[in-house]
């Protein structure tokens, strides 16, 4: 008989250890596969190599459940390159990935209104928070027994050509952020908007940021479809996601939206639509900061911008 499925505590230990040694990587396109050689490294680790030294359980797979679909790529796949690349006897593979798949696609997303934190940021005038980690940021939101498999941060480019500095931090910003692994940047777009000033009648053309709520509720809508989720973290007052929330809810019961509103914002019709909701703290924002200076992969050093400190 296979081994029982590892505890909460152990499966956050095996987890921890792969991505601090830069294993696990999951690929552009969201949960599309275990790297080969985590999936040994998580059967050696969950199972112990004692097992594979005596045989085996004679080759014979006892595990009860089948993974989902990841993506595009189905269990078969995954479990192909796992067997292709470890040394361990192929049923404990499976057996292990089945775990790990559920793991990854079963437990927390966070989905971050960047904008909407953003000016919540600002109008407490909390400049110094702007450099935030936003997977640090995450764990600190969650409970105790939560784990987070992934970071979607959903914003828009700030061009240019309507504000040079704001483009440039934003910039450095976000190619912080991709050096964070397992977070993940959505984009939408700015749309020049006729504004006419109620006193004086002058026009004017306003960018106003597009898409951000419709990427989110897509996201929220898919994830949920494909049971990539056991809990929805959503950072956001913004209360046109009320619509996918209470979709979510009705359609699939037994998952969770959590909202954690941004300082300064709030939406009662959010609120009353989510399994729970609360408003994130000073404390967590300072304790959730990148390095002052975060270096990219290249070698390239990005610096916290001068005027977010």
């Given at each position: 008989?296979?081994?029982?499925?590892?505890?909460?505590?152990?499966r956050?230990?095996?987890?921890?250890?792969?991505?601090?040694?830069?294993?696990?990587r999951?690929?552009?396109s969201?949960?599309?596969?275990?790297?080969?050689?985590?999936?040994?490294?998580?059967?050696?680790?969950?199972?112990?190599?004692?097992?594979?030294?005596?045989?085996?359980?004679?080759?014979?797979?006892q595990?009860?459940?089948?993974?989902?679909?990841?993506?595009?790529?189905t269990?078969?796949t995954?479990?192909?390159?796992?067997i292709?690349?470890?040394?361990i006897?192929?049923?404990?593979?499976?057996?292990?990935?089945?775990?790990?798949?559920?793991?990854?696609?079963?437990?927390?997303i966070?989905?971050?209104?960047?904008?909407?934190?953003?000016?919540?940021?600002?109008?407490?005038?909390?400049?110094?928070?702007?450099?935030?980690?936003?997977?640090?940021?995450?764990?600190k939101?969650?409970?105790?027994?939560?784990?987070?498999?992934?970071?979607?941060y959903f914003?828009?480019?700030?061009?240019?050509?309507?504000?040079?500095?704001?483009?440039?931090?934003?910039?450095?910003?976000?190619?912080?952020?991709?050096?964070?692994?397992?977070?993940?940047?959505?984009?939408?777009?700015?749309?020049?908007?006729?504004?006419?000033?109620?006193?004086?009648?002058?026009?004017?053309?306003?960018?106003k940021?597009?898409?951000?709520?419709?990427?989110?509720?897509?996201?929220?809508?898919?994830d949920?479809?494909?049971?990539?989720?056991?809990?929805?973290?959503?950072?956001s007052?913004?209360?046109?996601l009320?619509?996918?929330?209470?979709?979510?809810?009705?359609?699939?019961?037994?998952?969770?939206?959590?909202?954690?509103?941004?300082?300064?914002?709030f939406?009662?019709?959010?609120?009353?639509?989510s399994?729970a909701?609360?408003?994130?703290?000073?404390?967590?924002?300072?304790d959730?900061?990148l390095?002052?200076?975060?270096?990219?992969?290249?070698?390239?050093?990005?610096?916290?911008?001068?005027?977010?400190?």
């Open positions: 008989m296979p081994p029982e499925i590892p505890s909460p505590t152990s956050r230990r095996v987890l921890r250890t792969l991505v601090s040694s830069d294993i696990l999951l690929r552009e969201g949960y599309n596969g275990l790297h080969p050689v985590a999936g040994r490294l998580i059967a050696v680790g969950v199972l112990g190599s004692e097992h594979h030294r005596n045989g085996g359980h004679g080759g014979v797979a595990e009860k459940e089948t993974p989902q679909k990841m993506g595009r790529r269990e078969d995954i479990l192909s390159e796992a292709e690349n470890s040394n006897c192929p049923p404990c593979v499976k057996y292990v990935s089945s775990i790990m798949v559920r793991f990854l696609m079963g437990q927390v966070a989905y971050i209104d960047g904008f909407n934190l953003y000016y919540g940021l600002r109008e407490k005038k909390w400049y110094r928070y702007y450099w935030l980690n936003l997977w640090e940021l995450a764990l939101l969650l409970e105790a027994d939560d784990e987070l498999s992934q970071v979607k914003t828009a480019r700030v061009s240019a050509k309507s504000d040079v500095g704001k483009s440039r931090r934003q910039n450095i910003y976000i190619e912080a952020l991709e050096t964070l692994p397992c977070v993940r940047v959505f984009y939408g777009h700015y749309l020049a908007q006729k504004t006419t000033c109620g006193k004086c009648g002058s026009v004017a053309w306003i960018p940021e597009k898409m951000t709520d419709v990427n989110i509720a897509t996201e929220l809508l898919v949920a479809h494909q049971d990539r989720f056991r809990k929805a973290l959503l950072i007052a913004d209360s046109d009320v619509p996918p929330v209470k979709a979510i809810r009705n359609l699939y019961p037994h998952k969770r939206i959590v909202v954690a509103f941004p300082p300064k914002r939406s009662k019709a959010l609120s009353q639509e399994s909701y609360f408003s994130i703290g000073r404390g967590k924002l300072k959730s900061q390095p002052d200076e975060v270096e990219k992969p290249g070698g390239f050093v990005l610096r916290r911008p001068a005027t977010w400190v």
